[in-house]
């Protein structure tokens, strides 16, 4: 549901996971093209802890009738005014906790895509559990056997044997659940359809510029949340 | 000081990292075969007390960097077989990991201490752990790994209502889990690898350490996959072979490691399918399997729960657990069956899925719900009930059977979440069995229960905790390793790792696999002595060197050819009058296996590179033989012919001693057949009996080579030529009995070329009547079952076709040799000499198929036949 008090709350380490105090959080509301609405400030504390709490009219101007989730952003400074780092934006609907390590990475354009053959290599690995189970089962037991196996070597073969058509269909339910789930889900546009927040890094973390900062919105807020 | 090695080019790294690009040997006090949680403790351990140590590791080296926190990017980076490991029935899914830190990079930072009432229960079937022993290395281990209680704020949504449910229930024993992670950033994604690198996995811990120690020495090779332990038959292990690959799978360089001793770590399946692929403890390796079978159960609430927000593994129920600290629930429950514990847990979008047993429309409408829903698993404590076969094709196979306590311990499991979760308001529950996968209500679940009874073999399961298999024990008919982890009958053979625990630990295991690793590691160091002084083999095994060339690859051979100094002349070149192989100029070294042929030079081009298809690499060679030239035109005092094994192409070329620009000293073969009249070849003398060569067209420039090639006429028996095949049958003779033969043999075919990997199974065994049988699985699709009769020379056996038969004899009683032939007939006329692996017996009018035989072991090691 949504509420008229919003709150940004979070926590700051360092490079060495140290937590970090004193620091200024600044939080504003992105206004499409105009400017951004100050939303709020604090300090982190000794375990490097901060919170911010605003409501509805601090970011919803008269003649902005629709806006009723603001889009965030944190803006962080040292204690000299240094400005350490920006967040990205991220609207909410009630609360937004962060974790953020201070750290930039240093991006290179042209980094290998180490990924590049995976979806490959994951398609391969399910179909070859598919093609072993196929393949094995086509090896003939009463050639094999000639009628001359012990009768337990026997029973035990002919188990296995007996169990293919519960495998094969344990592989095709999982074949489509993860077809369904690559194919409908797991195409990052689509996350938003479920207000899932996945993947907090780039793709290809090296090739791009990123904070090391978690946002995970939540439409209820976590104070009293049982 | 340590090194990474691999095949895959990775940008920069934290730790010093180089690319592979020849085979290797190496020679250390140390080989460790897995670098998870036992090999890292190990390696570290090991290397501090200055011992030599390689690593060997066949997942490759990522780091925080790579690590994406998408699942279809990073579990085929860390994940082994992609996530895709099953037992037969596909009913339980097993997760390991295979990159450098091996499972401790994709776990959930779970520790638990080893339980001392396990412990306990170890030592009384003879393993030597003193309580107090252990608790030293875990507190050694725990400070390493920094671990400490999760804090309150990392208890998400998902985890409290795990402990919000457990209190509602009544249930006592519940708390948060011990973590090594350091002021972790929550992000959830432990399973895909740690982007922040706050999760103290072997890779930051023990191995960082040991790299970045000046005093050890200390080599890593990722992407290393290990197929063999060379024994001789003093129990020692004298060499650990296996081959690269790279980012597309594909095999590249070989590796060969010669060692004082040797441990593996490989895992609990992968360290049996090792020993058992090797002929090592084939009764008993791979027998009583423990998985920690978890049923897991999914509710949907109203309230927004966000699972994947968060620390996915912060609360446990302990109340039946082996951790339990006292019996108070157990009692008022009246429970009678194996330990569990309730641990919270939640996965990626793409695992979370799979752990659902519903498909299409309904899959989809609950994963749409997915920030909806809260998930539990129960891990159970189960008995010794799985085992790891190796299937005819070579594959580890798992089979698990749920005994009738482990159910038992899932039901309870299974009704006290469910009811947790209905207390709290769940919707509906989600749970792991394939027939009854949702239910409504708390009415349901005694029907929930009936159900699971009636049908438990449709109860989906997880196992992310394989353990035993390569039990430790005192009688080595009914366990692996003795009270060290030496593996019994060996002098330097460790395994170390979860597969040699006595039973299931209980909790997870990765503290306790470090900790016995610990303990290995400071004994091994004590006791150095008594391994310091196993001698260190020589050998080359299968890898790329000068006096090997038939091994290597297209680039290393063509860099050796470039760098060596000619050590011969074109009259060195001239093979023996007689064109035929015959005692004067053909012998076989049984002790070295090797094979001299002096009726030609047997050539072979590299193993990838000119001909780079497998099929063609069976047809890729030819010989070249030389003579005296009496004429002496051109001054050229020797002639030759070139010919390819499958073409009917006889090349004549002169052979001449010269000094080439780029070159040095050489001997050129200048070719006058017709059509090759613009080719040279450039040779170089290794030694007498061996040469390196490049093939130009028109002059020869350094760079500008068509072709590189080695030749030799004394090789390796896998070599072998179909020529060289008969010439052995011929002096070989039948195996000394019926029962020197039974056991499982692997075969594989000769070409002109080279051997085929093994293409087929045999397996000699004496049926009821008491006669000798002989099944077999050609290519793991043709099978049948033969007839083996003694006749004067040589074993027969006569299969359905009725058309080929088998003629056998024996080389050693690890080695057999034989061919399928067919019975004679006028048909072989027709066909051509030598056609890839037909081999047309001229005499006796059979076309055969010659092949040869390698003892790979005992029945009991193969599915089916493992009691």
Same mark, same amino acid.
């Given at each position: ?226 | ?190 399973? !895909? ?11 930051? #811990?023990?191995?960082?350490? %040991? /790299? @970045? =120690? ?126 569990? !514990? ?11 899925? #799979?752990?659902?047993?519903? %498909? /299409? @429309? =309904? ?139 006595? #039973? ?364």
């Amino acid at each position: 549901m949504t509420g008229d008090n919003f709150s940004l709350f979070g926590r700051i380490v360092n490079q060495s996971k140290n937590p970090q105090s004193g620091l200024i959080v600044s939080a504003f509301d992105k206004d499409g093209a105009s400017d951004s609405d100050f939303l709020g400030k604090s300090v982190t504390d000794a375990s490097g802890k901060f919170s911010i709490e605003f409501n509805t009219q601090k970011f919803k101007k008269w003649w902005e009738l629709f806006e009723e989730t603001p889009d965030v952003y944190l803006v962080i400074h040292d204690q000299q005014g240094l400005e350490l780092l920006k967040t990205r934006i991220k609207s909410t609907k009630q609360e937004i906790e962060y974790l953020i390590k201070l750290q930039e990475n240093d991006p290179d354009p042209n980094s290998i895509d180490i990924y590049q053959d995976n979806f490959n290599r994951f398609g391969g690995q399910l179909g070859s559990v598919g093609m072993t189970m196929d393949w094995e089962n086509s090896i003939n037991l009463d050639t094999l056997a000639s009628g001359q196996l012990s009768p337990e070597v026997r029973k035990r073969l002919e188990e296995f044997r007996d169990g293919y058509l519960d495998r094969r269909n344990m592989f095709n339910i999982l074949t489509s659940i993860i077809n369904g789930t690559t194919l409908s889900l797991a195409e990052e546009r689509d996350f938003n359809i479920i207000g899932y927040d996945g993947a907090q890094v780039p793709r290809l973390p090296r090739r791009q510029r990123y904070n090391q900062v978690i946002i995970w919105p939540r439409e209820e807020s976590s104070e009293n949340w049982e | 000081m340590g090194i990474i090695y691999g095949t895959i080019k990775l940008p920069p790294r934290n730790e010093r990292y180089e690319i592979i690009e020849n085979d290797i040997v190496k020679t250390a006090d140390v080989c460790i075969i897995g670098s998870g949680a036992a090999g890292s403790v190990l390696s570290k351990e090991l290397a501090e007390k200055g011992l030599k140590v390689v690593l060997l590791e066949r997942g490759g080296y990522y780091e925080g960097k790579d690590m994406n926190q998408r699942d279809v990017d990073m579990i085929p980076l860390l994940w082994k077989n992609s996530g895709f490991q099953f037992d037969d029935s596909l009913k339980l899914a097993i997760a390991q990991g295979t990159c450098l830190g091996g499972s401790t990079i994709i776990n959930d930072a779970v520790c638990f201490d080893p339980p001392e009432k396990v412990i306990d229960e170890w030592n009384s079937m003879g393993a030597n752990f003193p309580y107090q022993e252990i608790q030293n290395h875990t507190n050694k281990v725990n400070t390493t790994l920094s671990v400490s209680e999760a804090t309150d704020e990392e208890l998400n949504r998902n985890n409290q209502m795990l402990r919000n449910g457990a209190k509602k229930i009544g249930l006592k024993h519940h708390h948060k889990n011990q973590r090594n992670c350091i002021n972790c950033m929550q992000c959830g994604y432990c399973h !895909l690898g740690c982007h922040y690198e706050t999760k103290q996995d072997m890779l930051h #811990t023990y191995l960082h350490k %040991a /790299l @970045n =120690d000046p005093n050890s020495d200390l080599s890593i090779y990722c992407n290393c996959y290990i197929d063999t332990l060379e024994k001789n038959e003093n129990g020692i292990i004298q060499g650990v072979e296996g081959t690269f690959r790279d980012s597309g799978g594909n095999d590249s360089f070989r590796i060969r490691v010669n060692a004082k001793i040797v441990i593996i770590s490989a895992g609990t399946i992968a360290s049996s399918k090792i020993l058992l692929q090797n002929g090592i403890a084939q009764k008993t390796s791979g027998t009583g399997l423990c998985f920690h079978p978890s049923p897991t159960v999914v509710a949907e609430f109203d309230k927004e729960i966000k699972g994947n927000e968060g620390v996915p593994m912060a609360y446990t129920v302990h109340d039946f657990g082996v951790t339990r600290s006292d019996n108070e629930t157990w009692d008022s429950y009246e429970f009678s069956g194996r330990e569990f !514990l309730i641990e919270s847990i939640f996965l990626p979008i793409l695992q979370f899925s #799979t752990a659902i047993p519903v %498909a /299409l @429309n =309904d899959h989809l409408q609950i994963m749409r719900r997915l920030n909806n829903l809260t998930m539990a698993g129960i891990v159970v404590r189960d008995r010794n009930n799985g085992k790891v076969s190796l299937t005819p094709t070579g594959r580890a196979s798992v089979q698990y059977t749920l005994g009738d306590e482990e159910l038992e311990s899932m039901i309870m499991g299974i009704k006290l979440l469910a009811k947790m979760w209905f207390e709290l308001g769940a919707k509906r529950i989600i749970t792991s069995m394939t027939t009854m996968s949702i239910i409504n209500s708390e009415d349901e679940i005694p029907q929930l229960v009936d159900e699971i009874r009636k049908n438990r073999q449709y109860l989906y399961l997880g196992s992310a905790h394989p353990q035993s298999g390569n039990k430790i024990g005192l009688d080595k008919e009914t366990s692996v390793v003795d009270s060290n982890c030496k593996v019994h009958g060996f002098q330097n053979l460790f395994v170390c790792d979860a597969s040699v625990f006595p #039973t299931a630990v209980g909790v997870n295991p990765q503290i306790t696999v470090m900790t016995i690793a610990s303990i290995i590691a400071e004994r091994i160091s004590n006791n150095w002595s008594q391994f310091n002084s196993i001698p260190i083999s020589e050998s080359l095994g299968n890898t790329c060197s000068l006096s090997q060339p038939f091994y290597c690859l297209q680039k290393n051979l063509s860099e050796m050819f470039d760098s060596l100094d000619n050590n011969g002349k074109a009259l060195d070149l001239i093979n023996d009058e007689d064109e035929k192989a015959n005692d004067n100029n053909w012998s076989f070294d049984p002790q070295n296996l090797t094979i001299q042929n002096n009726t030609y030079w047997k050539g072979l081009f590299p193993r990838n590179g000119n001909i780079p298809n497998t099929l063609t690499a069976f047809l890729g060679g030819f010989w070249k033989r030389f003579t005296e030239d009496s004429s002496g035109e051109n001054s050229s005092k020797v002639k030759g012919i070139t010919h390819p094994f499958e073409l009917g192409v006889f090349a004549k070329n002169k052979a001449f001693d010269k000094v080439i620009d780029g070159f040095g000293k050489v001997i050129i073969l200048d070719y006058s057949e017709p059509g090759y009249d613009q080719f040279h070849d450039v040779l170089k003398f290794v030694d007498k009996n061996m040469i390196l060569g490049k093939a130009f067209f028109r002059d020869p420039q350094k760079g500008q080579e068509m072709l590189t090639f080695s030749m030799a006429r004394k090789y390796p028996l896998e070599f072998m030529t179909e020529e060289d095949h008969s010439m052995l049958y011929s002096k070989m003779s039948k195996p000394d009995s019926f029962d020197s033969i039974v056991g499982i043999w692997e075969g594989q075919l000769v070409s002109d070329s080279i051997m085929t990997p093994p293409v087929f199974v045999f397996r000699y065994y004496f049926d009821s009547e008491n006669k000798l049988q002989n099944d077999y699985l050609f290519n793991g699709i043709l099978s049948g079952t033969a007839k083996v009769n003694e006749e004067d020379d040589h074993y027969e056996m006569q299969d359905v076709t009725q058309i080929f038969h088998d003629e056998l004899r024996q080389v050693n009683k690890d080695l057999l040799i034989g061919k399928y032939c067919t019975e004679p007939s006028e048909i072989t006329r027709w066909i051509p000499n030598g056609l890839s692996f037909l081999n047309v017996d001229r005499e006796s009018n059979k076309v055969c198929l010659p092949y040869i035989l390698k003892r790979i072991g005992e029945e009991e090691a193969y599915r089916g036949y493992r009691p």
